[in-house]
């Protein structure tokens, strides 16, 4: 598990970097990366054979929730891609990956997933890491750039309610079926925004193209369709607290291929963030021990008592 959280972190720590690189308008890019995404993850279910579970009943039943959990994705990328280009990269992904708080309080209310008291700890500390990147960010007030950290806020509660979906809807699909409904429906929402806002889709530039395909390939097939594939098996809020090691991942990108450099004070946020995180995952991997263990010494003492004379 540890190895995939790892694995999906630093896919999506490349989406802020291939966002800034395109030249494209936000909404178009949000479309072209979904569109891929669901045509990459539908292309891997015909080889696996995902496809045939589309006819199951489960499906049947639940296809109206995965085109909703798609247009709250799109409604995620669209705020956040937006807020890349009116406000600074660090504190738009370190606004957008405050979603743990959301997470944390939408999992105790509608999954009965309550949170421990050290991952609460945990969550509250990294995200006062994330709350310093941002301050040591500040550069006075700039309505444009305000403007883009409210729309990386609102990422943020749409990231939330999209992990929660996940981890209630996933469960039970072949995870090729469920990203290519959840994209699809992304990019079809995508799209009609594209329309009302005067937006040409149809980009044909090589570059431009190469990026989306990177996009849909790097951060989506290998980032979010493998934290929805880790929604089926640990809580959501696990999930949502390990991708604030985003901002991390972003800024090594962007060191080597923008050469920035972070300051001293940009590290220090950092630690703060992986301390908070590393504070959920020992947490919920020392719940996890305890319960392999009970469940251990229940079986030995069934055992011992077969053959035990009955009274």
């Known amino acids: 598990m540890v190895l995939l959280l790892i694995l999906s972190v630093s896919m999506v720590s490349s989406a802020s970097i291939l966002i800034t690189v395109s030249t494209s308008p936000s909404l178009v890019k949000v479309f072209w990366r979904t569109l891929y995404g669901s045509l990459f993850m539908a292309?891997?279910?015909?080889?696996?054979?995902?496809?045939?579970?589309?006819?199951?009943?489960?499906?049947?039943?639940?296809?109206?929730?995965?085109?909703?959990?798609?247009?709250?994705?799109?409604?995620?990328?669209?705020?956040?891609?937006?807020?890349?280009?009116?406000?600074?990269?660090?504190?738009?992904?370190?606004?957008?990956?405050?979603?743990?708080?959301?997470?944390?309080?939408?999992?105790?209310?509608?999954?009965?997933?309550?949170?421990?008291?050290?991952?609460?700890?945990?969550?509250?500390?990294?995200?006062?890491?994330?709350?310093?990147?941002?301050?040591?960010?500040?550069?006075?007030?700039?309505?444009?750039?305000?403007?883009?950290?409210?729309?990386?806020?609102?990422?943020?509660?749409f990231l939330a309610i999209y992990f929660i979906g996940g981890r209630r809807y996933a469960r039970g699909v072949p995870i090729t079926v469920y990203t290519?409904?959840?994209?699809?429906?992304?990019?079809?929402?995508?799209?009609?925004?594209?329309?009302?806002?005067?937006?040409?889709?149809?980009?044909?530039?090589?570059?431009?193209?190469?990026?989306?395909?990177?996009?849909?390939?790097?951060?989506?097939?290998?980032?979010?369709?493998?934290?929805?594939?880790?929604?089926?098996?640990?809580?959501?809020?696990?999930v949502s607290s390990a991708v604030l090691g985003e901002p991390v991942g972003a800024t090594i990108l962007a060191m080597v291929f923008l050469n920035r450099i972070p300051s001293p004070a940009v590290l220090i946020g950092f630690t703060i963030i992986?301390?908070?995180?590393?504070?959920?995952?020992?947490?919920v991997a020392s719940s996890d021990r305890s319960q392999s263990l009970s469940l251990d010494d229940t079986d030995r003492s069934q055992s011992d008592c077969l053959g035990c004379d009955s009274d």
């Open 180 to 238: 290519s409904i959840v994209y699809l429906a992304a990019a079809i929402t995508t799209l009609g925004l594209c329309i009302l806002s005067g937006y040409n889709v149809l980009v044909f530039e090589p570059s431009e193209v190469l990026i989306f395909i990177a996009l849909a390939v790097f951060p989506t097939v290998l980032g979010h369709s493998v934290n929805n594939y880790l929604l089926t098996k640990v809580p959501a809020y696990v």
């Open 43 to 157: 292309a891997i279910g015909v080889v696996r054979g995902d496809l045939a579970a589309l006819k199951g009943p489960q499906i049947r039943g639940t296809w109206p929730w995965l085109v909703g959990i798609g247009v709250i994705l799109s409604l995620h990328f669209s705020t956040w891609f937006q807020s890349l280009e009116m406000t600074s990269i660090s504190a738009s992904v370190v606004l957008v990956d405050s979603s743990p708080i959301f997470v944390a309080i939408l999992s105790t209310l509608f999954l009965g997933e309550s949170l421990r008291r050290r991952s609460w700890i945990g969550i509250l500390v990294a995200v006062t890491g994330a709350i310093f990147l941002a301050w040591v960010d500040y550069d006075g007030l700039d309505l444009g750039a305000l403007t883009g950290d409210l729309l990386a806020l609102a990422g943020a509660v």
């Open 274 to 283: 992986l301390l908070g995180v590393a504070a959920v995952l020992t947490d």
